[in-house]
T-cell receptor, first 119, second 116 residues
Framework: AQTVTQSQPEMSVQEAETVTLSCTYD???????LFWYKQPPSRQMILVIR??????QNATENRFSVNFQKAAKSFSLKISDSQLGDAAMYFC????????????????FGQGTILTVHP | EAGVTQSPTHLIKTRGQQATLRCSPI?????VYWYQQALGLGLQFLLWYDEGEERNRGNFPPRFSGRQFPNYSSELNVNALELEDSALYLC???????????????FGPGTRLTVL
């Protein structure tokens, strides 16, 4: 079974600064997908960024980028030019690409990191 | 385009009762997923339905069950409620239109279940 670990229960950043959220995972699979989801206090989960394991290039979405280290099984999220609206719980998630496997289809989430943005 | 909707927003039950939670996926999405978000336990996968069939199930007892209707909406039923079932239950939907299971799962706002 796969596991996802977020070792930072809480992080804080000043507005306009950069912050990096850490995520490590454990899997024996070679093909999978990794995601960062954001859950603001309103509770609605929103996809921030996605990475395919077979792609070496790190994904980028505007101010959000990842550092994907497949050999180290690390998938960190960098938020540049932080804004007050970035304050939320951030979840790292894993999804198997192995059709028919016991983990197929589901997202396996880390414990989450609460990000506070100070004005 | 309407997002994933869930009802009710809040549900209060007592131990031993049954709870029914409902989810309507985004139009065109055939897959529905259920997750439990309990304090201290994080987000746990419960069930995945696609085209009316159960495709995968998480490590939960049989009293957690569900179904998917022909219009792709879904119900989650929790029988013989226990105090530890108190949690936020999130529903998500996705589509296979692009031919890959990597498709984003779009989440609903959740149903807060409280068991007294």
């Amino acid at each position: 079974a796969q596991t996802v670990t977020q070792s930072q229960p809480e992080m804080s950043v000043q507005e306009a600064e950069t912050v990096t959220l850490s995520c490590t995972y454990d899997t024996s699979e070679s093909d999978y997908y990794l995601f960062w989801y954001k859950q603001p206090p309103s509770r609605q989960m929103i996809l921030v960024i996605r990475q395919e394991a077979y792609k070496q290039q790190n994904a980028t979405e505007n101010r959000f980028s990842v550092n994907f280290q497949k050999a180290a099984k690390s998938f960190s999220l960098k938020i540049s030019d932080s804004q007050l609206g970035d304050a939320a719980m951030y979840f790292c998630a894993y999804r198997s690409a192995n059709a028919g496997g016991t983990s197929y289809g589901k997202l396996t989430f880390g414990q989450g990191t609460i990000l506070t943005v100070h004005p | 385009e309407a997002g994933v909707t869930q009802s009710p927003t809040h549900l209060i039950k007592t131990r031993g009762q049954q709870a029914t939670l409902r989810c309507s996926p985004i139009s065109g999405h055939t897959s529905v997923y259920w997750y439990q978000q309990a304090l201290g336990l994080g987000l746990q996968f419960l069930l995945w339905y696609d085209e009316g069939e159960e495709r995968n199930r998480g490590n939960f007892p049989p009293r957690f069950s569900g179904r998917q209707f022909p219009n792709y909406s879904s119900e989650l039923n929790v029988n013989a409620l226990e105090l530890e079932d108190s949690a936020l239950y999130l529903c998500a939907s996705s589509s296979l239109l692009s031919g890959t299971w990597a498709n984003e799962q779009f989440f609903g706002p959740g149903t807060r279940l409280t068991v007294l």
